[in-house]
């Protein structure tokens, strides 16, 4: 029973730090990206790639995600976000940031494989511990770390200012003096970096697997929607209900109703509650 | 797009001799079931081509409603031993009230909202499938059964998705060119606006919606019976891409577009070998360019082309004060 109340948390605060990647790229350029859950992906293949095969030190493999999801997260706004913000409104970035998410699958399909392959374990430790085992505590503590890092930045860094203050309204930050386009390329390596962090650190309850991505896309914004868009206590709320839902529907009705469930608390929070449980209610269209 | 000139009528005239004669002339069997296949895809996307490029709902979960037809089709014709008819009509009567219960929650949400919502249906539908092992074989699968009598033979079945799929490309161009379709196209490019001016926004989706889900219906029904075998495996998510690729590369807002997509590329990777390792990449990478050059679908790089090569005629007409006329004014004193 503890088991599933630790799997539940471990892989719901896995959602919730897609979320916080969510949220830091949504603060600056008010874009959901569908490559969030493919920047955890690569960090988890990375971190793999540089511990298992080419028998590197583990700070090293989280060296090579953290710089593989921040590549990826600068890759993203320079080809598929900004060129699209530049042109129009339209949600045409919802299409670019697909065609990029399938492109980075494909190519880490082909290249790393497309059978899960075990993380290797970062601190030795016996394999019978139960609850107390690293697989579940790292994604919590890591998830946790984030949260309260980025809350930091946001409060005391200049820099975090300037990321609220474009998310407010980007146009009176402009007039301001702020590089728009620096600050978002800056916010996309930001959130690369973090959703790589994220990625190695569940490594060991996800495996590196190329097909991924795509989960954490839909369960990391399942968790987003729930909490609230916006907000990082909602994020982590929502990923933590998330998390614990999957895990306890599966062990009593099995595993294939996983999704269905997770489907079915979005809708039935957006009915209720269209704007999350934290988020800011959002203003009238015209 | 109103009337039909003379080109017009030449064009669908060749075209339609040459997919009539299509049996005659096809070097071999596998270059109809290539056509069979288009002909199948092109039912659905005839029917995602309102919902995505008429009415911009993007929808990236129609290989869903697409593994629910088929599977209709294979457990009612196959194990209930329905009549295939019956059971085609069945099964487009489920893709449409499947569409509606999708329909009913997701399009009150916004673009990205919609998105993840169609797409979790897709991933749901997976799942069921494999976990209904009683109904539809898990990840083992089920036949496809085939169509009786005169559909039997490759020749027959393809008359019969090409029938199909004329009368799906006809209800479509109906709903695009009248009242309906200057509705929906309205909802895409402005929904406040659409709204204002009496359009039921919501109504209007939410039909059109059911519409491609009767058409996803009625082509899974078709894909199973061509297909002759399908499993989970068989509906992957990258297929709703597929389709989504050959809509935008098309152009939103055509007919004929959004056609010559489906048949280039399903075409393509079959005649261009090194393409089909690639695979989905290849589509990812088709729709980045699509989507950063030449938003508006492939026929605008057509439009770019003839402009440079013909430029259109500019009316210079200079704009000069009326001096005598001025000098009246200013000295006019009533």
Same mark, same amino acid.
């Given at each position: 029973m503890?088991?599933?109340?630790?799997?539940?948390?471990a892989?719901?605060?896995l959602?919730a730090?897609?979320a916080?990647v969510?949220?830091?790229?949504y603060?600056?350029?008010?874009?959901?990206?569908?490559?969030?859950g493919?920047?955890?992906?690569?960090?988890?293949?990375?971190?793999?790639y540089?511990?298992?095969?080419l028998?590197?030190?583990?700070?090293?493999?989280?060296?090579?995600?953290?710089v593989?999801?921040g590549?990826f997260?600068?890759l993203?706004?320079l080809?598929?976000?900004r060129?699209?913000?530049?042109?129009?409104?339209?949600?045409?970035?919802?299409?670019?940031?697909?065609?990029?998410?399938?492109?980075v699958?494909?190519?880490?399909?082909l290249?790393?494989?497309?059978?899960?392959?075990?993380?290797?374990?970062?601190?030795?430790?016996?394999?019978?511990?139960?609850?107390?085992d690293?697989?579940f505590?790292?994604?919590?503590?890591?998830?946790?770390?984030?949260?309260?890092?980025?809350?930091?930045?946001?409060?005391?860094?200049?820099?975090?200012?300037?990321?609220?203050?474009?998310?407010?309204?980007?146009?009176?930050?402009?007039a301001?003096g702020?590089?728009?386009?620096?600050?978002?390329?800056?916010?996309?390596?930001?959130?690369?970096?973090?959703?790589g962090?994220?990625g190695?650190a569940?490594g060991?309850?996800?495996?590196a697997?190329?097909?991924?991505?795509?989960?954490?896309?839909?369960?990391?914004f399942?968790?987003?929607?729930?909490g609230?868009?916006?907000?990082?206590?909602g994020?982590?709320?929502?990923?933590?209900?998330?998390?614990l839902?999957?895990?306890?529907?599966?062990?009593?009705?099995g595993?294939?109703?996983?999704?269905?469930?997770?489907?079915g608390?979005?809708?039935?929070?957006?009915?209720?509650?269209p704007?999350?449980?934290?988020?800011?209610?959002?203003v009238?269209?015209? | 797009?109103?009337?039909?000139?003379?080109t017009h009528?030449a064009w669908?005239?060749l075209?339609?001799?040459?997919?009539?004669?299509?049996?005659?002339?096809?070097?071999?069997q596998?270059?109809?079931?290539?056509?069979?296949?288009?002909?199948?895809?092109?039912?659905?996307i005839?029917?995602l081509?309102?919902?995505?490029g008429?009415?911009?709902?993007?929808?990236i979960?129609?290989?869903?409603?697409?593994?629910?037809?088929s599977?209709?089709?294979?457990?009612?014709?196959?194990?209930?031993?329905?009549?295939?008819?019956?059971?085609? =009509?069945?099964?487009?009567?489920?893709?449409? =009230?499947?569409?509606?219960a999708?329909?009913?929650?997701?399009?009150?949400?916004?673009?990205f909202?919609?998105?993840?919502?169609?797409?979790?249906?897709?991933?749901i539908?997976n799942?069921l =499938?494999?976990?209904?092992?009683?109904?539809?074989?898990?990840?083992?699968?089920?036949?496809?059964p085939?169509?009786p009598?005169?559909?039997?033979?490759?020749?027959?079945?393809?008359?019969?998705?090409?029938?199909?799929?004329?009368?799906v490309?006809?209800?479509?161009?109906?709903?695009?060119?009248?009242?309906w379709?200057?509705?929906?196209?309205?909802?895409?490019?402005?929904?406040?606006?659409a709204?204002?001016?009496?359009?039921?926004?919501?109504?209007?989706?939410?039909?059109?919606?059911?519409?491609s889900?009767?058409?996803?219906?009625?082509?899974?029904?078709?894909?199973?019976?061509?297909?002759?075998?399908?499993?989970p495996?068989?509906? =992957?998510?990258?297929l709703?891409?597929?389709?989504?690729v050959?809509?935008?590369?098309?152009?939103?807002?055509?007919?004929?577009?959004p056609?010559?997509?489906?048949?280039?590329?399903?075409?393509?990777?079959?005649?261009?070998?090194?393409?089909?390792?690639?695979?989905?990449?290849?589509?990812?990478?088709?729709?980045l360019?699509?989507?950063?050059?030449?938003p508006?679908?492939?026929?605008?790089?057509?439009?770019?082309?003839?402009?440079?090569?013909?430029?259109?005629?500019?009316h210079?007409?200079?704009?000069?004060?009326?001096?005598?006329?001025l000098?009246?004014?200013?000295?006019?004193?009533?």
């Amino acid at each position: 029973m503890l088991t599933v109340l630790i799997t539940g948390l471990a892989t719901g605060m896995l959602f919730a730090a897609v979320a916080l990647v969510y949220n830091v790229m949504y603060s600056t350029s008010k874009v959901l990206s569908v490559t969030t859950g493919h920047i955890s992906m690569l960090g988890g293949v990375f971190g793999a790639y540089a511990i298992s095969v080419l028998q590197l030190h583990w700070t090293l493999g989280l060296l090579a995600a953290v710089v593989a999801g921040g590549a990826f997260g600068a890759l993203t706004e320079l080809l598929a976000i900004r060129r699209v913000l530049n042109r129009s409104d339209e949600h045409l970035w919802l299409l670019s940031t697909l065609a990029l998410a399938t492109m980075v699958q494909q190519a880490a399909g082909l290249w790393w494989g497309t059978e899960p392959k075990p993380f290797p374990r970062l601190i030795p430790q016996d394999f019978g511990v139960g609850v107390m085992d690293q697989k579940f505590w790292l994604p919590i503590g890591m998830t946790l770390l984030m949260a309260i890092g980025l809350e930091l930045f946001y409060k005391r860094t200049m820099y975090g200012k300037v990321f609220m203050a474009m998310s407010e309204d980007a146009f009176a930050a402009q007039a301001r003096g702020i590089s728009t386009d620096r600050i978002r390329l800056m916010s996309y390596v930001l959130s690369g970096a973090l959703g790589g962090l994220a990625g190695f650190a569940a490594g060991q309850l996800t495996f590196a697997f190329f097909a991924l991505g795509l989960t954490l896309t839909l369960n990391g914004f399942i968790a987003l929607a729930v909490g609230g868009l916006g907000s990082n206590v909602g994020a982590i709320l929502g990923g933590a209900a998330l998390g614990l839902l999957n895990a306890y529907a599966s062990y009593w009705f099995g595993g294939e109703y996983q999704q269905t469930i997770a489907v079915g608390l979005l809708m039935i929070v957006l009915l209720v509650k269209p704007e999350g449980l934290l988020g800011d209610r959002q203003v009238r269209p015209v | 797009m109103n009337s039909l000139t003379h080109t017009h009528k030449a064009w669908l005239l060749l075209g339609g001799l040459l997919i009539a004669t299509l049996p005659g002339w096809a070097g071999d069997q596998y270059q109809l079931h290539l056509a069979s296949l288009i002909a199948v895809y092109w039912i659905l996307i005839a029917g995602l081509n309102m919902v995505v490029g008429f009415t911009g709902q993007l929808s990236i979960g129609h290989v869903g409603l697409l593994c629910i037809g088929s599977y209709a089709f294979a457990v009612l014709a196959g194990k209930s031993g329905w009549h295939p008819a019956l059971a085609l =009509v069945a099964s487009g009567v489920l893709g449409g =009230v499947c569409g509606l219960a999708l329909g009913l929650p997701s399009l009150r949400l916004p673009g990205f909202y919609f998105a993840m919502a169609t797409m979790a249906f897709a991933l749901i539908v997976n799942d069921l =499938v494999l976990a209904q092992v009683d109904l539809t074989g898990g990840g083992i699968g089920l036949p496809g059964p085939l169509f009786p009598a005169p559909f039997d033979s490759p020749s027959g079945f393809y008359y019969l998705v090409s029938l199909l799929a004329l009368g799906v490309t006809w209800l479509s161009w109906n709903l695009g060119r009248h009242m309906w379709g200057r509705a929906l196209i309205s909802i895409r490019d402005n929904p406040v606006a659409a709204q204002s001016v009496g359009v039921a926004v919501f109504r209007a989706k939410l039909t059109v919606f059911v519409f491609s889900g009767v058409t996803a219906g009625l082509a899974g029904a078709v894909f199973a019976s061509l297909q002759s075998y399908i499993t989970p495996d068989t509906f =992957v998510f990258e297929l709703s891409l597929f389709f989504f690729v050959c809509i935008i590369i098309g152009g939103r807002g055509s007919i004929i577009g959004p056609f010559i997509g489906t048949v280039v590329l399903t075409a393509l990777p079959e005649l261009v070998a090194p393409l089909a390792k690639l695979g989905n990449f290849f589509y990812g990478l088709l729709l980045l360019v699509v989507v950063l050059v030449v938003p508006e679908g492939i026929g605008r790089v057509f439009d770019i082309i003839r402009e440079r090569l013909r430029p259109r005629v500019v009316h210079r007409e200079p704009i000069s004060p009326d001096l005598a006329r001025l000098d009246r004014a200013l000295k006019y004193k009533p």
